[in-house]
């Protein structure tokens, strides 16, 4: 059934690329997550941060079921400072001097605590290289989480192929929920710690060429 709607896709795949001139698509098997961060402690008088993560996994990729996870990607963190932070008085305009961006990279791992047919829950933990961004001025940021992902899943392989082209799917769809423990090595005047939730997608590996 799973590789019956992956051949599916497929075969849409190969027709719409077909229809839109031919050309090719590539897809690469991914992981996307997009979510709200709070921060902790009596120093963290701050609005929350949005916090993107989109990296390359290998959860994504296999086509079978598996309990463990290994990605790397980009990760990024954005908030405006509350407005008794000591920043304020760099005088640098307040949409400036108050925003904190932090860009970079990631390296995770997981482990499937919990797996079923079509449902799973991960507990993994990841490593950061950022770079943050702050009232004109940048400096270096390492960061360490700890996550909890639930999610709905499917898996499969299929190819499709004609002489309007071909197509290959590999890996697995899912959406998911996540919470996790974010710990960077911010001063304490910016929050190091924050407690996150977001939503999360995995995307398969897809090739599409089409004539």
Known sequence: MRSNRLAALAV???????????????????????????????????????EVLAGIHWASLYWHPTRFDIGLGYVGSFRQLGASSALRESGMPDSDANRLALDGGYISLAYAIESHPHWRTWLGARVESMEASLAGTSFAVLGEAVRLDGEVFT??????????????????????FYVEAVHRDLPPELGPNALTAGVSMRIPFILVAAN
């Open 155 to 176: 898996t499969g392989a299929a190819a499709a192929g004609g002489h309007g082209g071909g197509a290959l799917v590999a890996g697995a769809f899912s959406v998911g």
């Open 12 to 50: 849409l795949l190969v027709a719409s690329t077909a229809s839109a001139g031919g050309g090719a698509i590539f897809v690469p098997p991914a992981e996307v997550s997009v979510g709200v961060g709070a921060p902790l402690g009596a120093t963290a008088q701050y609005q929350s941060s949005t």
